[in-house]
């Protein structure tokens, strides 16, 4: 085992090339001890110069060394809050703890710590010019992953979630050169503005152009976009986010969207440059590499030094996205510590925190199968494309990629209680299985509390004894269910037609089935 890990991080090094080599001492000092990485991606930044100023992650440490806290959750039960440590020094998340802390309750993540010893932690973002505040913050549950083989969370925010630190140590001011990167998924993004990871202004307000420079990841076309139709890594500088030294469109910016995508940001005077790959292997590939933008007031930079998650400068809080990991430096890294740093992300095994299919645990791929004879037992619950509205229509394996699609859902924690569930659209990241007047819709997650609690389904054994039945977390009495071939959330009896009482067991009770799409 620690021979493998040994191993695993040394093909990295060797793969990364030169700036590897600084980073070899650092492997064989540590290499008695029996952590399963023994060094982390802020051992290779100092390597190369360039230390980090701000380390936050939920999943794994940053250093070979670190042995705190990675994050704080809160339980709802009784607001108690709970550090989630390591599995050993210089390892993985200690997931195990945050599940046997939450149990039977909520939890939403108060802190990310700041591993690099500047006390740069994160928390819950204040409101600013833009939006009102405080922001939300993260359920705790909402992103599960694998890492190295580990159980872990990210740090899933809706619209309306945001972290800031306005008052750092050590993060790049003025036209000081820093490097960032991050680890997102790259299947969750929306047109808001602006899932943001990095330097902003200290007042929450939009101080002009200049006065910001963090990742973002999203498909927001209203300044800079790329090739493709996104989503795109650009830089948000203030005032527009930069997909390359022109406002607007830059051909070299390309659309990406591998499952774990690292996003690289780094500027110094004159210069800065926007790289990404994927995280799970392979190299970066470098998208944009040269002066300031050619527009007024982003050279030299007036970067003012606080950190956000989230989050536009001015709290504009519209966009979602997950972020695993991140980190900021002094200095401007070079590439070949870069492309260290992206090996030791390599090694480091993200995956999927689905549990397998067809199940009802948080990240799995589903299909909803009825089971009312003889009408619908090939039927499954799917959303429409004309409209928002849910249905349930004959599918199968034979039928079109987008019916199938349609009808595949990704099991979440529930949005307004972990301990029960949230349906996610395989093909529109983002949108919701959701009950309005009684009927179902698929829609965005707004962030709004109303939007969680209808949202929200607690599983029980069928109400005809096949299957499961999905109970409305905001009204008991009523469970999801389908009635002429539209879906409703129904009581057994009741005021609306939907609520008739013939077939109500069976038209309540569903297959969580392997998904179709
Ligand atoms: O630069 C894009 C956004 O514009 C910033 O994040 C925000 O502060 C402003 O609204």
């Known amino acids: 085992m620690i021979k493998a890990s040994i191993r695993r991080v040394r093909r990295a090094l060797l793969a990364a090339g030169a700036t590897a080599v600084?980073?070899?001492?650092?492997?064989?000092?540590?290499?008695?001890?029996?952590?399963?990485?023994?060094?982390?991606?802020?051992?290779?930044?100092?390597a190369g110069g360039t230390p980090c100023v701000a380390a936050h992650s939920t999943t794994r440490a940053l250093y070979g060394?670190?042995?705190?806290?990675?994050?704080?959750?809160?339980?709802?039960?009784?607001?108690?809050?709970?550090?989630?440590g390591l599995l050993s020094a210089g390892g993985y998340a200690d997931a195990a703890a945050q599940d046997s802390f939450c149990a039977g309750t909520s939890c939403v993540i108060t802190v990310l710590y700041d591993q690099s010893g500047k006390g740069n932690h994160l928390t819950q973002a204040p409101g600013g010019g833009a939006a009102g505040g405080p922001d939300n913050l993260?359920?705790?549950?909402?992103?599960?992953?694998?890492?190295?083989?580990?159980?872990?969370?990210?740090?899933?925010?809706?619209?309306?979630?945001?972290?800031?630190?306005?008052?750092?140590?050590?993060?790049?001011?003025?036209?000081?050169?820093?490097?960032?990167?991050?680890?997102?998924?790259?299947?969750?993004?929306?047109?808001?503005?602006?899932?943001?990871?990095?330097?902003a202004e200290t007042n929450n307000l939009d101080t002009g152009n200049g006065h910001m420079e963090a990742l973002y990841f999203g498909n927001n076309k209203s300044w800079g976009w790329g090739s493709g139709n996104?989503?795109?890594?650009?830089?948000?500088?203030?005032?527009?986010?930069?997909?390359?030294?022109?406002?607007?469109?830059?051909?070299?910016?390309?659309?990406?969207?591998?499952?774990?995508?690292?996003?690289?940001?780094?500027?110094?005077?004159?210069?800065?440059?926007?790289?990404?790959?994927d995280a799970r292997s392979g190299g970066l590939s470098t998208f944009y590499n040269g002066v300031r933008p050619n527009a007024t007031g982003y050279n030299p930079m007036h970067k003012?030094?606080?950190?956000?998650?989230?989050?536009?400068?001015?709290?504009?809080k519209w966009a979602q996205g997950t972020f695993y990991e991140g980190v900021m430096t002094q200095g401007y890294p070079s590439d070949a510590t870069e492309n260290a740093v992206q090996a030791n992300i390599n090694a480091a095994g993200y995956n999927s925190g689905s549990t397998g299919t067809g199940?009802?645990?948080?990240?799995?791929?589903?299909?909803l199968q009825a089971t009312t004879a003889p009408c619908c037992t090939s039927h499954y619950l799917r959303h429409n494309d004309a409209d928002n509205k849910v249905v349930i229509s004959n599918?199968?394996?034979?039928?079109?990629?987008?019916?199938?699609?349609?009808?595949?859902?990704?099991?979440?924690?529930?949005l307004a209680n972990t301990s029960c569930?949230?349906?996610?659209?395989?093909?529109?990241?983002?949108r919701f299985l959701r009950h309005f007047n009684y009927e179902l819709y698929l829609d965005f997650d707004n962030g709004a509390g109303p939007f969680a609690q209808d949202a929200t389904f607690c599983p029980t054994r069928g109400n005809s004894g096949v299957g499961t039945s999905f109970q409305s977390v905001n009204f008991p009495t009523k469970y999801l269910r389908h009635y002429n071939y539209t879906a409703y959330i129904a009581s057994n009896g009741g005021s609306n037609s939907w609520d008739s009482g013939t077939s109500w067991a069976a038209d309540t009770s569903w297959l969580a089935a392997q998904p179709l799409g």
């Open 138 to 199: 993260a359920n705790a549950f909402e992103a599960p992953v694998t890492v190295g083989g580990h159980k872990a969370y990210g740090v899933y925010v809706a619209p309306g979630t945001g972290y800031r630190n306005n008052n750092t140590n050590g993060i790049a001011t003025g036209d000081q050169p820093e490097g960032m990167y991050a680890i997102f998924d790259g299947t969750h993004f929306n047109g808001g503005c602006c899932f943001d990871y990095g330097n």
């Open 65 to 84: 060394a670190y042995n705190g806290p990675l994050y704080q959750v809160r339980r709802a039960s009784d607001n108690a809050t709970r550090d989630i």
């Open 421 to 430: 569930l949230s349906f996610e659209s395989a093909n529109n990241p983002g």
């Open 22 to 46: 600084l980073a070899v001492g650092l492997l064989t000092a540590t290499a008695g001890t029996s952590q399963a990485a023994t060094q982390g991606p802020c051992d290779i930044y100092l």
């Open 304 to 316: 003012e030094g606080a950190i956000i998650l989230g989050i536009g400068g001015d709290n504009s």
């Open 359 to 367: 199940t009802l645990t948080p990240g799995s791929r589903i299909s």
């Open 395 to 414: 599918t199968n394996s034979s039928s079109p990629t987008t019916d199938k699609a349609d009808a595949t859902w990704i099991v979440r924690a529930g």
């Open 230 to 277: 996104g989503p795109w890594v650009m830089a948000d500088l203030e005032n527009g986010l930069f997909s390359g030294v022109n406002r607007g469109f830059n051909a070299n910016d390309p659309s990406v969207n591998s499952r774990f995508l690292t996003a690289m940001l780094k500027g110094g005077p004159n210069q800065w440059a926007l790289r990404g790959g």
